[in-house]
């Protein structure tokens, strides 16, 4: 089985490199600049599951090295586009995509693009981020799962990526639940995302201020709301442990997003943010504080847009 | 008539300076390093209406040299507390005390320490500031102070006297027979602007190229005017018109001095400016969404500051 994999950042590149440590044939699809540094240096990862220097195959171009039976999407969300332009030519007739993106406004997009019978549900579980030269760092959890959208059996190929998983000692696997499960997290993103950024703090800052914990809750809730009009609503258990862990006292739990802010990067507002608040709208849900959390985020691209304050 | 100006700061130094070289007596009361600093350089200001440096009076403590006309006060609201011990003994039988803060609730807590006679109504609209060697850089056009009496009767001998000073000196206003609707409708304007540049970080045009932007901004207005109106200070059209057209300025570049304070890590007049406002909401059974959110993100700055994450 050829897998390739868009991306060697955090999720695409730990992942990828355990696959082709334990035999996988792995190629990663990268942009020139990244494809030169890993052809130089190898992909570099350090991890506390054992440090690597990986000689990864690499290509620029989707047309290269296929035809490929597995292509796994690991960019960020702002650059899906981009992204499907570049697999366009790995991706045959017995391809299939495996999207490891948050949200859900990206299956609309691929499925349009490659068929929904192409693309299949991903989700990650890898906490890490890249280091100044490149190299992987990561930092803790190591699991990724996909399966069918539609919840039936796994096709073949999904079946061999998990046995190479498995192989790899990546977590996870096939999830028979990967739809649920993706509402599940988005639910947990667009809150954390939406409140770690508009108030510009940990979730144990949050719970510092006097209506702090209210307004997380509230923005839970009305995430689960869009959730349950979608037919995906969180389970109680679900639920409950989402509550617990984003109202926690002193914790320092905080989105990625908030890092991305800081930094003046690029961040994925519109897709975790934004296509909820439009979700609900379509739903006739009032979601005001996914509101505020849009506008903040609007309001930083803006400004980032024309390069700061002064 | 002997005017009493606690600090040399940025406001009390540019409006003291233009008196005092107008030839009007006036003392500082500052703090022992600023003492030393003014006896040694002067105080300098530089100013687009002319360069001046002059050796002005100064006390370290109000006990001297008085008694004192006319006390004016031109602290940060979150030193209020410290002022009002500074400048007591400074305030005899006959003292008129003129804050130039903004918000109201100093009004209240001035006028229970010194009694609601001696405190009259003052504003300030100076676009100036002062650098780390202590000169005053008055950088703006506009250079005023209105104030008068809050019952709105004609105004006390102090203040006719010291209308004919402030005219004398060039720095414009004087006498305000309007001064409690003009510091309402200010604080409305104010609050607006501190809160949504703060809760969306960035300035007044950044706000208005996020989709709802503009009507999160006229939402926050029309908060502010509730309250005022419950206190019997509407702003009337013609002043809400006013502060809607300041506050919706396509491309403007303009953002509260809170936000650049918040950028700095530096203390701000949350309390003041916006939980105060609030404060008064609930009292009034007015319903604040905007300013809420608002709030709880000055806390959470407010938290990270206290622990040293600013």
């Known amino acids: ?310 | 008539m002997k005017i009493l100006i606690l600090g040399a700061g940025a406001i009390g130094g540019y409006v003291g300076g233009r008196l005092h070289q107008s030839g009007a007596d006036v003392t500082f009361l500052v703090r022992d390093k600023r003492n030393e600093a003014l006896k040694r350089d002067g105080l300098v200001i530089k100013s687009t209406k002319g360069d001046i440096t002059q050796m002005v009076k100064t006390i370290t403590k109000a006990g001297d040299g008085g008694p004192y006309d006319v006390v004016i006060l031109t602290c940060k609201a979150y030193d209020l507390d410290s002022a009002i011990d500074a400048v007591a003994p400074a305030v005899g039988a006959t003292t008129t005390v003129i804050p130039l803060l903004n918000g109201m609730r100093h009004i209240d807590l001035l006028a229970a320490k010194f009694g609601d006679a001696k405190v009259v109504g003052g504003l300030a609209r100076v676009g100036v500031a002062m650098n780390d060697k202590g000169e005053i850089l008055h950088t703006s056009p506009f250079a005023a102070i209105s104030f008068g009496e809050r019952d709105g009767k004609p105004a006390r001998p102090a203040l006719v006297e010291l209308d004919a000073a402030i005219k004398k000196s060039g720095v414009d206003g004087g006498l305000n027979a309007n001064i409690v609707q003009d510091l309402w409708d200010k604080w409305i304007m104010l609050c607006t602007l501190a809160a949504t540049c703060c809760l969306m970080r960035g300035a007044s045009g950044d706000i208005l190229e996020a989709d709802e932007g503009r009507a999160i901004v006229l939402e926050t207005v029309d908060e502010g005017c509730k309250v005022a109106a419950a206190a019997g200070h509407d702003p009337g059209e013609k002043g809400i018109t006013t502060i809607r057209s300041f506050l919706t300025v396509k491309g403007s570049k303009f953002a509260a001095s809170m936000l650049h304070d918040l950028e700095k890590g530096a203390m701000v007049e949350a309390d003041h400016i916006v939980g105060d406002m609030i404060a008064r909401a609930k009292k009034a059974g007015i319903a604040t969404p905007n300013l809420r959110m608002a709030y709880a993100h000055l806390q959470v700055y407010l938290a990270r500051r206290a622990a040293g994450r600013a």
């Open chain 1, 1 to 310: 089985m050829k897998i390739l994999i868009l991306g060697a950042g955090a999720v695409g590149g730990y992942w990828g490199a355990r696959l082709h440590q334990s035999g996988a044939d792995v190629t990663f699809l990268l942009r020139e600049k990244r494809a030169e540094k890993v052809r130089k240096d190898g992909l570099v990862v350090k991890s506390p599951k054992g440090d690597a220097v990986i000689p990864a195959k690499v290509v620029t171009k989707g047309s290269e090295g296929g035809p490929y039976d597995i292509v796994v999407l690991a960019c960020k969300a702002y650059d899906l586009d981009s992204a499907m332009e570049s697999i366009a030519p790995a991706v045959g007739t017995n391809t299939t995509i495996v999207p490891m993106l948050n949200g859900h406004a990206h299956f609309a997009t691929l499925d349009k693009k490659f068929g929904p019978e192409k693309v299949a549900g991903g989700l990650a579980r890898i906490s890490g981020m890249l280091g100044p030269n490149g190299e992987i760092l990561h930092s803790g959890a190591s699991g990724v799962s996909f399966g069918e959208r539609d919840g039936k059996p796994a096709r073949a190929s999904l079946v061999e990526l998990e046995v190479a998983c498995k192989k790899a000692g990546i977590d996870g696997g096939i999830n028979a639940n990967i739809n649920q499960d993706l509402w599940d997290k988005w639910i947990m993103l667009a809150t954390i995302a939406g409140m770690c950024s508009s108030m510009r703090g940990t979730v144990g800052d949050i719970m510092e201020t006097e209506d702090g914990a209210a307004i997380v809750l509230e923005t839970l809730d009305e995430s689960c709301k869009v959730a349950t009009a979608e037919g995906h609503a969180p389970s109680d258990k679900v639920l409950a442990g989402l509550k617990t862990m984003l109202t926690s006292k002193g914790s320092k739990a905080v989105a990625s997003i908030l890092g991305d802010i800081e930094k003046g990067g690029p961040a994925e507002g519109k897709q975790i943010v934004g296509d909820m608040l439009a979700r609900a709208r379509k739903a006739g849900i009032a979601a005001p504080n996914l509101r505020f959390a849009y506008t903040h985020l609007q309001t930083y691209e803006a400004r980032r847009a024309r390069g700061g304050l002064k």
